[in-house]
């Protein structure tokens, strides 16, 4: 069944409130604890790393209750609908300054970030679990995983770029104030960009068999029994630890060693644009070259941009050109990597329902904000620590050791990682080629053989061809 375009923007329209929140948090709520609030980077970094570790357990267990959910308005709508309201309430508590001082202040923020992150999980884990049900065709699903990226990309872009002025302007100058109506502000366009979705789209790919509920003990087997999601998680999780050490520290970065804060915006602004330039070009340049290819390409790009902001930032730390140019070429690839995560995930589900004979997309994509999560604790973590452990002081000249730790961390750290990202995609990531055209195969037999032959027109038989030679294309 084809899917409508109203259908496919509906969808997409969804991650710009739900990117929105997850860039206020990912970018801000660490300078705000810091800067705002005075609390200690190392207490941080480590509320940080334990709230992740608790997602570990939680996130999963999340995807588990999704796929043994069954109601008329299906198995996601509901969880993304629900998730959304209270985490958008959650948010709010996260920037408010309630008076607290002291431990009371630490138990607060510890509280309200853990439960945010699992309200989070509420929502995102069925919103990305909706993809490989909207369509099984292999280009449409190219297509439409670029939808919601390229709007997340827009959210990001206006976060990470306005966010500082937008708090400055709503708080006349106070950062407290500030960032509470920010919140807010945020927090509506996430309820009214969810609430599209949740009107506007429908799952078509569900197996039409009566599927057992998925028990623990068979949630396990998915993960562990799954071989290209295992090499799916190791790759991503690399490179997103790369991309989320970036993020956590890049505004002190530029506030601290480039000795301006301008600079962040700048940096941040062009890398937005950059990012949805590379999601508006991906189906087009995966036709042209493979999906290795540019896959490899997602991750090569960015190591030449972080390496140029690491010269740049030696030989000329305050040139906007360089900086920008830097920003530019990191997250162009990063947006061919982005494209290129979001359809392989999708062929994973497709990979597991065809091995293990059973469909568990919510657990499966829950993996995706487990792996999110995980990136962001480790940034945070490393962030928070080499703040501590150099001596930062907020709002302060830094010391010549603070200085040499942050452009280590922003540069040097997260080019490895992303390599370490390229040696497992070539080494161990086979849902590529022949393998994903037997699995299409396999699969498409087996929803005729559930929907009847007769509902299968000639349409559907040339839909089917069609996917497997572009597979055959993409060896």
């Known amino acids: 069944m084809k899917i409508t375009s109203k259908e496919k923007y509906s969808f997409g329209i969804g991650a710009i409130g739900k990117d929105a929140v997850y860039n206020i948090v990912a970018i801000y709520f660490m300078f705000y604890l810091t800067d705002v ?122 976060i990470s770029s306005l966010g500082l002025k937008i708090v400055n302007i709503l708080g006349r100058g106070n950062q407290r104030n500030g960032f509470l109506l920010f919140a807010i502000i945020v927090s509506v366009i996430f309820i009214v960009t969810i609430s599209i979705t949740v009107k506007n789209t429908r799952e078509h790919n569900s197996s039409q068999v009566n599927q057992e509920k998925t028990t623990l003990k068979q949630m396990i087997l998915v993960l562990v029994k799954n071989d290209q999601l295992i090499a799916f998680l190791a790759l991503v999780l690399l490179f997103t630890i790369g991309q989320q050490i970036i993020a956590s520290i890049q505004l002190y ?44 390409l997602g991750c090569a790009l960015p190591i030449i941009g972080i390496l140029l902001l690491l010269i740049a930032g030696v ?23 982005s494209g290129s995560q979001t359809v392989a995930l999708a062929d994973v589900v497709d990979y597991g329902e065809y091995k293990l004979g059973t469909r568990n997309e919510s657990v499966i994509f829950s993996m995706q904000t487990l792996l999110v999560k995980i990136s962001t604790a480790f940034g945070g973590l490393l962030t ?6 150099t001596g930062y002081v907020p709002n302060a000249v830094q010391s010549a050791s603070t200085i040499n730790g942050l452009r280590i961390v922003m540069t040097v750290v997260p080019v490895i990682f992303i ?45 089917i061809e069609n996917r497997i030679e572009l597979t055959k294309s993409n060896k």
């Not at 334990?50 to 308005?73: E, Q, S, Y």
């Open 384 to 389: 928070g620590l080499i703040l501590a452990t």
């Open 37 to 158: 609030l005075g609390i200690s980077a190392g207490f941080i970094g480590g509320l940080f790393f334990v709230a992740r570790i608790w997602d570990a357990v939680n996130d999963p267990i999340m995807g588990l209750v999704v796929d043994n959910t069954r109601t008329k308005w299906g198995k996601f709508r509901p969880w993304i609908l629900i998730g959304t309201i209270i985490n958008s309430i959650v948010l709010i508590f996260l920037f408010t300054d309630c008076g607290l001082t002291g431990k009371p202040l630490y138990v607060y923020v510890s509280i309200m970030y853990i439960i945010w992150g699992m309200t989070y999980t509420l929502m995102d884990v069925p919103y990305w679990s909706m993809l490989p049900n909207l369509t099984s065709d292999k280009k449409e699903r190219e297509q439409i995983s670029v939808i919601p990226r390229i709007f997340a990309a827009l959210a990001g872009l206006t």
């Open 315 to 337: 030989i000329a730390p305050q040139n906007s050109l360089l900086v920008g140019l830097s920003g530019i070429i990191y997250s162009f690839g990063g947006g061919f990597f």
């Open 419 to 463: 390599l370490l990202s390229i040696i497992v995609y070539k080494k161990f990531y086979k849902l590529n080629g022949e393998l994903l055209s037997k699995v299409i195969l396999t699969l498409e037999e087996k929803r005729r053989n559930e929907y009847g032959a007769l509902t299968v027109d000639m349409g559907e038989i040339s839909d």
């Open 253 to 296: 970065y530029f506030k601290y060693v480039t000795g301006s804060e301008g600079l962040f915006t700048v940096f941040v602004s062009f890398s937005g644009i950059a990012t949805i330039c590379g999601l508006f070009v991906f189906p087009k340049i995966v036709e042209k070259l493979s999906r290795i290819k540019v896959h490899i």
